[in-house]
Nanobody, 124 residues
Framework: VQLQAFGGGLVQAGGSLRLSCAAS????????VGWFRQAPGEEREFVAG???????FYADSVKGRFSISRDNTKSTLYLQMNSLKPEDTAVYYC???????????????????WGQGTQVTVSS
């Protein structure tokens, strides 16, 4: 499985971006898929995740502003980010855990496949 994330960029506070993650090799049909981010000097943190059976999960810091979705026909995962804040600045990674369970959806080390990351910079 290869994941490729794209869609990052520079945006002013209050703006929006949509990240995409294209998968090759298999579809996002089961397990967990999600988005994580890592700011300079910080650990990688959970942003949003989707279960294969449905159900979206979000970090408290992005609830109400970010929305995760997927298109299984295109093997693509999305992250719509609205009302962006300077503290959202980070490299964003998509990840997949085909055999992941619910309790692991927020844990980076329990995801098997990772995209290369896309930089999101929010200016104040």
């Amino acid at each position: 499985v290869q994941l490729q994330a794209f869609g990052g960029g520079l945006v002013q506070a209050g703006g929006s971006l949509r990240l995409s993650c294209a998968a090759s090799g298999r579809t996002f049909s089961g397990g967990n898929v999600g988005w994580f981010r890592q700011a300079p000097g910080e650990e990688r943190e959970f942003v949003a995740g989707l279960r294969g059976s449905g159900g979206a999960f979000y970090a408290d810091s992005v609830k109400g502003r970010f929305s995760i979705s997927r298109d299984n026909t295109k093997s693509t995962l999305y992250l719509q980010m609205n009302s962006l804040k300077p503290e959202d600045t980070a490299v964003y990674y998509c990840a997949a855990a085909p055999r992941g369970i619910l309790s692991s959806i927020k844990i980076p080390s329990l995801h098997d496949y990772w995209g290369q990351g896309t930089q999101v910079t929010v200016s104040s």
